[in-house]
């Protein structure tokens, strides 16, 4: 199979030339990363919810719409990125989605072990740290009868820009999600101490995927590779390819962090008041919860210690765990039950 | 009738790329089968043609997302789409939930008999599941 070790391309490139090459019936391991920082959205989200677009006009970030899925990621070049284009009918591509990830994905974990990082694969498209934080983001998709895998070696990330380019309702929700990314997504140079030299990184991912795909051949890019990115640019530069999905807006805001975490801020209407919930979730518990809204609570000072008691608090537990806890301190909250409570933590 | 532990009524047409079709006149309804939703994981987007659009058997014409995976369903039968259902869009798990009712995808006028369409109760159609489960390991 050729391999097209590019280095640090133009920050269009490095998504152009993925999409060109099954367009041509063409496999590959694509290795590069982008001279310039910019946002990717996924296939299926609608630019306007996701991402703050007049602050990347103001700061000169691009913002691009790829056909593979996942979420709104904010990528520069101390990211290195694996593209791998398959053809579909390859026995190598076919299986269910998590064993497609895990066959596939195997030369990344070993990658990272090889690094010094004890890395696993987590299911669905997670390469989780033995700490369980997400250390790679993975995403895939069909174009042109062939398998698109894309992924990064998370070197370093740059949190600050991550969080200011999403579109969230406040600064404090920006926070939480600025809290739960450190948290929940670490890189190479967190988990080492330093960055590996560059063609440490790719030489070490180069050798693994060999393994798995068998000898792969550096190979210049071809002609017909850059006119048909040229050609691909003419559209997926258009307004209307990043403006084409329209969502009707979700009654919140969901940040997924890593696989099973999320912050969700929710807002839900009781006949006593507006309640504003905002609520880090791991694994389906309450890992921390913030309250407020236009509703009388008594005591009042009550309040913080219901959000400290959920924490911990499955989910689906969350509603007894607020009618105990009401019980325990006499709460009474007029028009507001502990069930509406918990559907603005987003049980039921 | 249950193939390999996965339903498929008995008054649907089935093609071999997972999808099903309700043919009433020269309108059918479509969708994906139980065994089409449980091939996607847990679908969390589903972009739907729009009203008017003509669609080809054969062809691609909707795209889920499960898994950060992005997917495109070969239309059924050939037509022009009458009518979508709106609600997938908002809440798509609803197509795993419910692939033969509240999971329909679309309506569409037809254009043409749609080709080699088959029944649950084909023994052909039995052996296309039963290859399709051990090939994709499901």
Same mark, same amino acid.
Request: net charge negative; charged share 25%.
């Given at each position: 199979?050729?391999?097209?070790?590019?280095?640090?391309?133009?920050?269009?490139?490095?998504?152009?030339?993925?999409?060109?090459?099954?367009?041509?019936?063409?496999?590959?391991?694509?290795?590069?990363?982008?001279?310039?920082?910019?946002?990717?959205?996924?296939?299926?989200?609608?630019?306007?919810?996701?991402?703050?677009?007049?602050?990347?006009?103001?700061?000169?970030?691009?913002?691009?719409?790829?056909?593979?899925?996942?979420?709104?990621?904010?990528?520069?070049?101390?990211?290195?990125?694996?593209?791998?284009?398959?053809?579909?009918?390859?026995?190598?591509?076919?299986?269910? $989605?998590?064993?497609?990830?895990?066959?596939?994905?195997?030369?990344?974990?070993?990658?990272?072990?090889?690094?010094?990082?004890?890395?696993?694969?987590?299911?669905?498209?997670?390469?989780?740290?033995?700490?369980?934080? $997400?250390?790679?983001?993975?995403?895939?998709?069909?174009?042109?009868?062939?398998?698109?895998?894309?992924?990064?070696?998370?070197?370093? %990330?740059?949190?600050?820009?991550?969080?200011?380019?999403?579109?969230?309702?406040?600064?404090?929700?920006?926070?939480?999600?600025?809290?739960?990314?450190?948290?929940?997504?670490?890189?190479? $140079?967190?988990?080492?101490?330093?960055?590996?030299?560059?063609?440490?990184?790719?030489?070490?991912?180069?050798?693994?995927?060999?393994?798995?795909?068998?000898?792969?051949?550096?190979?210049?890019?071809?002609?017909?590779?850059?006119?048909?990115?040229?050609?691909?640019?003419? %559209?997926?530069?258009?307004?209307?390819?990043?403006?084409?999905?329209?969502?009707?807006?979700? $009654?919140?805001?969901?940040?997924?962090?890593?696989?099973?975490?999320?912050?969700?801020?929710?807002?839900?209407?009781?006949?006593?008041?507006?309640?504003?919930?905002?609520?880090?979730?791991?694994?389906?518990?309450?890992?921390?919860?913030?309250?407020?809204?236009?509703?009388?609570?008594?005591?009042?000072?009550?309040?913080?210690?219901?959000?400290?008691?959920?924490?911990?608090?499955?989910?689906?537990?969350?509603?007894?765990?607020?009618?105990?806890?009401?019980?325990?301190?006499?709460?009474?909250?007029?028009?507001?039950?502990?069930?509406?409570?918990?559907?603005?933590?987003?049980?039921? | 009738?249950?193939?390999?532990?996965?339903?498929?009524?008995?008054?649907?047409?089935?093609?071999?790329?997972?999808?099903?079709?309700?043919?009433?006149?020269?309108?059918?309804?479509? /969708?994906?089968?139980?065994?089409?939703?449980?091939?996607?994981?847990?679908?969390?987007?589903?972009?739907?043609?729009?009203?008017?659009?003509?669609?080809?058997?054969?062809?691609?014409?909707?795209?889920?997302?499960?898994?950060?995976?992005? /997917?495109?369903?070969?239309?059924?039968?050939?037509?022009?789409?009458?009518?979508?259902?709106?609600?997938?869009?908002?809440?798509?798990?609803?197509?795993?939930?419910?692939?033969? /009712?509240?999971?329909?995808?679309?309506?569409?006028?037809?254009?043409?008999?749609?080709?080699?369409?088959?029944?649950?109760?084909?023994?052909?159609?039995?052996?296309?599941?039963?290859?399709?489960?051990?090939?994709?390991?499901?």
């Amino acid at each position: 199979m050729n391999l097209y070790d590019l280095g640090h391309v133009p920050w269009l490139d490095s998504q152009l030339i993925y999409h060109a090459l099954p367009r041509l019936g063409l496999e590959g391991l694509i290795l590069l990363a982008p001279k310039e920082p910019y946002v990717c959205i996924g296939y299926h989200q609608d630019v306007e919810q996701e991402v703050d677009l007049s602050y990347c006009r103001r700061q000169g970030i691009p913002v691009f719409r790829r056909e593979v899925g996942g979420g709104a990621v904010y990528l520069d070049g101390q990211q290195l990125f694996y593209q791998l284009v398959l053809r579909r009918d390859r026995p190598l591509a076919l299986g269910d $989605k998590a064993s497609l990830y895990r066959r596939l994905l195997a030369p990344v974990v070993q990658t990272y072990r090889d690094l010094g990082v004890d890395a696993r694969y987590k299911p669905v498209n997670d390469i989780i740290t033995a700490e369980g934080r $997400k250390i790679s983001g993975n995403g895939a998709a069909e174009i042109a009868d062939h398998l698109v895998l894309v992924g990064n070696l998370i070197a370093d %990330f740059d949190y600050e820009t991550m969080v200011r380019v999403l579109r969230l309702p406040d600064e404090k929700f920006r926070d939480k999600v600025f809290a739960s990314l450190r948290e929940n997504l670490t890189t190479l $140079k967190r988990e080492l101490g330093r960055i590996p030299p560059w063609e440490t990184m790719t030489a070490t991912l180069i050798r693994n995927f060999e393994t798995l795909l068998g000898p792969l051949t550096p190979t210049p890019l071809p002609p017909a590779v850059r006119e048909k990115a040229a050609e691909l640019a003419a %559209f997926y530069t258009t307004t209307d390819w990043l403006h084409k999905a329209r969502r009707r807006p979700h $009654k919140g805001r969901r940040v997924k962090i890593a696989e099973g975490v999320e912050v969700v801020r929710r807002v839900h209407k009781a006949p006593g008041g507006l309640i504003r919930a905002t609520v880090e979730v791991r694994q389906g518990r309450i890992e921390s919860a913030e309250i407020s809204g236009d509703f009388f609570f008594y005591p009042a000072e009550k309040l913080a210690a219901l959000e400290d008691h959920l924490a911990g608090v499955a989910l689906e537990d969350a509603e007894e765990a607020i009618a105990a806890f009401y019980r325990a301190h006499a709460v009474e909250s007029p028009g507001m039950t502990p069930r509406d409570l918990a559907l603005a933590l987003g049980a039921g | 009738m249950k193939i390999e532990g996965y339903e498929f009524p008995d008054d649907l047409w089935y093609d071999r790329h997972h999808n099903w079709a309700r043919i009433e006149g020269d309108v059918a309804t479509i /969708g994906l089968t139980d065994f089409g939703q449980a091939l996607a994981g847990e679908i969390l987007y589903a972009e739907l043609p729009r009203p008017g659009r003509k669609i080809t058997q054969g062809r691609p014409y909707m795209s889920l997302e499960s898994g950060k995976w992005v /997917g495109h369903i070969k239309a059924i039968v050939s037509g022009t789409v009458l009518e979508v259902n709106e609600e997938i869009e908002f809440e798509s798990r609803i197509i795993n939930e419910d692939p033969y /009712g509240q999971g329909w995808v679309a309506r569409v006028r037809l254009e043409g008999q749609p080709e080699g369409l088959l029944r649950a109760g084909d023994p052909e159609f039995a052996a296309l599941i039963a290859a399709e489960k051990k090939k994709h390991g499901k």
